[in-house]
């Protein structure tokens, strides 16, 4: 028998705020339940969306925010588990999710609309990011 011991789970704190104020955004249900492929019926702010986006991820067990202003994210690991891709599959939806329209007044350039919200639906693309996921 062996008697070694192996991580079963890990955790990680991510830093994602910046003090940018866009966290706070109101996001329509319709553009949550686009993006979550569930049907929402309220207003959540842009915060609660990252956090259920990262709960899409399938080693996450919790995306919980904090009071301080970042997100513990609790994830099953094995043998098989790559830090280097989850870090890069975290920092991908932070940039996705910073760009989806809020409720606010604001309305994007004529045209810039549809392309987005269909790029939204197929759950992000690939981006460039600054967030910072730390074990």
């Given amino acids: ?25 109101p996001i329509p ?11 929402v019926t309220s207003v959540i702010n842009r915060t609660s969306l990252l956090a259920w986006c ?5 080693s996450v067990e919790v995306a919980d925010l904090t009071d301080g202003g970042w997100i513990q994210i ?4 094995g043998p098989d588990f790559d830090e280097e891709p ?7 939806i932070v940039a996705r999710v ?5 409720a606010c007044p604001e309305r994007p350039a004529r045209g810039s ?3 987005a919200h269909t790029a939204l639906q197929k759950l992000f693309g690939a981006a460039e990011t600054t967030a910072r996921v730390s074990a």
């Fill in 98 to 102: 910073k760009q989806v329209r809020s």
């Fill in 29 to 39: 249900p319709e553009i949550t339940s686009n993006i979550l492929a569930r049907r």
């Fill in 74 to 77: 609790r994830i099953s690991t």
């Fill in 113 to 115: 609309w549809p392309a």
């Fill in 1 to 25: 028998m062996d008697r070694g011991t192996e991580e079963i789970t890990r955790e990680y704190r991510l830093h994602f705020n910046d003090e940018d104020s866009s966290w706070e955004n």
């Fill in 86 to 92: 989850f870090k890069a599959e975290v920092a991908d």
């Fill in 54 to 58: 990262l709960m899409n991820i399938p």
